[in-house]
């Protein structure tokens, strides 16, 4: 695995060696971030259900002004923060449960990546506290990863785009 395109292009990330991380493939990260390439500098993004940190880092490296990794388990977060520490970058790291995260939330993010578990039931629930809780920024793009047979209700966001790469599906959400 490692850091596409940007400051830190090429740059090796650790190896995942955790059965609960499913990293986003290099080809899918690829396309995420070819899309929005001109839209990543200098926002603000939350790295919801971080694993080992490459989607966040990706978006440093990108030229984004500030990334807030999220992840409740222990090993995702010293993953995603070896991972920072290697490239010389300090970041927040929080071990915390999504909805607990979004709960005590008191910022607006530019770009929300959003990749749980799936099958986890978790992406209505956590849409649902993003917008009640007013974390997208007006002009804010959250980017769900997910199967790509898995069908969901984006409630209160519209839906701009969405690719199929085989069984992943990136869809494109704003206000």
Known sequence: M????G???GHRLLENKYDHIRPTTD?????LFVKLQFFVPEKKVLDLFCGTGAMGIEAISRGAEKVVFV???IRSVQMTKENLKSLGLESKVNKCDALIFL???QEQFDLIILDPPYKSGL????LKKIYDKNILSKEGIIVCEHASEDVFDFQNFSVFDEKK?????L?????
Do not use: P
Not at 27 to 31: L, Y
């Open 103 to 105: 709960e005590k939330c």
């Open 7 to 9: 400051k830190f292009k």
């Open 27 to 31: 080809k899918v990260k690829q396309a």
């Open 2 to 5: 490692r850091v596409d395109s």
């Open 165 to 169: 790469y085989g069984n992943i599906t």
């Open 71 to 73: 992840d409740k388990d």
């Open 123 to 126: 992406y209505e629930k956590i």
């Open 171 to 175: 869809t494109y959400l704003c206000l």
